[in-house]
């Protein structure tokens, strides 16, 4: 077996392992009834992402030449979103949660050991170097429907899965300038992750 498809085992294997440990932790807290646990669940931006990078390895390691998955744009954004979502909780969210044992060790997983694993993946295996700028534009569609969503259910559940979006306790205002910050990260890593792409060496 070559090193590559070792890797992708052993990224699929933990990424898969953290997001259904964090579904039985979550569907465990009793916060509210099951089927709201089970919609919280789906609305965090670092559980559709890391759903994403599971589909993503295992459609790696079925069809090594899936069309949309193997494609360099396909496999640049994901890098992308996977960054953002280890960045934000590291410098922003870490020190709001509170929590021990497995639900730690989830944590790690899906903030801290797959963000680098992913962004190693591309940086030796995934040959970026055909990517046009057109491409930053379409990578922003993503986190912009999940935000249009997330204020769309939360102003019917009274929920939001992130303090910086929460409008229970932020002024309009406020969260709107948030969600300019974080636009400005996502572009901000689009374009280095598309320059780096360019001059990739392989």
């Known amino acids: 077996m070559n090193p590559r498809k070792i890797y992708l085992l052993v990224l699929a294997g933990l990424e898969w392992f953290g997001l259904i440990a964090q579904f039985i932790l979550i569907l465990n807290s009793r916060a509210a009834s099951p ?61 709001g949660w509170s929590s021990s044992g497995l639900q730690t060790l989830v944590h790690e997983i899906l903030h801290s050991v797959i963000p680098p694993m992913v962004i190693l993946y ?19 569609l993503y986190p912009a429907v999940y935000t249009a969503i997330i204020f769309i259910r939360g102003a019917v559940a009274n929920w ?38 360019r001059k990739k060496t392989l």
């Open 35 to 95: 089927g709201e646990l089970m919609m919280r669940y789906f609305t965090f931006f670092t559980i559709t992402t890391n759903l994403l990078v599971g589909i993503y390895t295992l459609a790696l390691l079925v069809r090594p030449t899936h069309r949309f998955f193997t494609h360099p744009s396909t496999q640049t954004a994901i890098v992308m979103y996977i960054t953002v979502v280890g960045l934000i909780y590291n410098l922003i969210l870490r020190n």
């Open 122 to 140: 591309w940086a030796l295996w995934v040959d970026a170097r055909s990517l046009k700028p057109k491409v930053i534009g379409r990578w922003l």
């Open 160 to 197: 939001y899965p992130y303090p910086f979006l929460d409008l229970r306790h932020l002024s309009p205002a406020t969260v709107i300038l948030n969600c300019i910050g974080i636009l400005v990260v996502f572009l901000l890593f689009s374009a280095i992750y598309w320059y780096w792409g």
